[in-house]
């Protein structure tokens, strides 16, 4: 008599313990999700602020508008529309409740959100999925970027990954960053994805420590 082995399932939700890799909060915000924009808006004044992440050529891009009271520096209204998994399109619909809830969320605590956060609100995501998290907050924080400008806020607008970590390369800080999200947690692993330090030594302790810190703020201490 044969005896079949039980199957390890391919992914366990951290939160639930569950084998399924989506909560029900997750198939909640992707089967229905809030604050999704079908069309463009056909005044470009009916929202204050726009921002967009994400390239056609790679996959998910995200496109978010806002509503904005100046006077109270707060985030009235949050509307979305993105093409990518379910991953990302639960993790947008969670951010723009999270933003919107209770009348409105502060400008200065909508910019402290953070992956971890959204994650958080929809009971785990896979790890490898966990970049799709990271485009919500980061169209957010374009679309703010998009007010600051406007209103002249030009202290306040963030700059992002720009610091060059291999000249030879051009590879940037935010490149790292990517190449962490999308998996690539050694130096062996973003050298394949970035070729960053094969010709330029002198910054490989740099890309090291900038794995660590990705890593441990999106995967947890220690996690590799």
């Known amino acids: 008599m044969t005896t079949k082995r039980k199957q390890k399932p391919d992914v366990v ?7 399924w890799a989506y909560s029900k909060e997750v198939r909640e915000h992707f089967f229905k999700p809030k604050n999704l ?27 978010v508008w806002l509503k904005i009271d100046g006077k109270k520096d707060k985030i009235t209204d949050f509307k979305w529309r993105t093409f990518g998994c379910a991953s990302a399109i639960a993790a947008t619909s969670m951010l723009s409740v999270m933003v919107t809830e209770k009348d409105g969320m502060g400008i200065e605590k909508a910019l402290k959100i ?14 490898r999925k966990i970049h799709c998290s990271v485009l919500g907050d980061k169209a957010l924080r374009a679309a703010l970027n998009d007010w600051f400008k406007k ?11 720009t610091r060059i970590i291999d ?16 998996g690539a ?7 394949k994805k970035t ?30």
């Open 151 to 161: 209103t002249g806020q030009f202290d306040r607008v963030i700059v992002e990954g």
């Open 114 to 127: 953070r992956p971890q956060d959204i994650i958080k609100r929809l009971h785990g995501l896979p790890d």
């Open 37 to 63: 924009l079908w069309e463009n808006p056909k005044s470009a004044t009916k929202y204050d602020a726009q921002g967009i992440v994400g390239s056609p050529a790679c996959g998910d891009v995200m496109r």
């Open 13 to 19: 939700n951290q939160y639930t313990g569950n084998s």
């Open 185 to 191: 947690t050694t130096l062996e692993a973003v050298q």
């Open 195 to 224: 070729k960053v330090g094969i010709g330029y030594p002198e910054c490989i302790h740099t890309v090291e420590e900038l794995i660590r810190f990705y890593r441990e703020k999106y995967f947890g201490p220690d996690s590799k």
């Open 167 to 182: 000249p030879n390369t051009k590879v940037t800080e935010a490149d790292i960053e990517e190449a962490v999200l999308e």
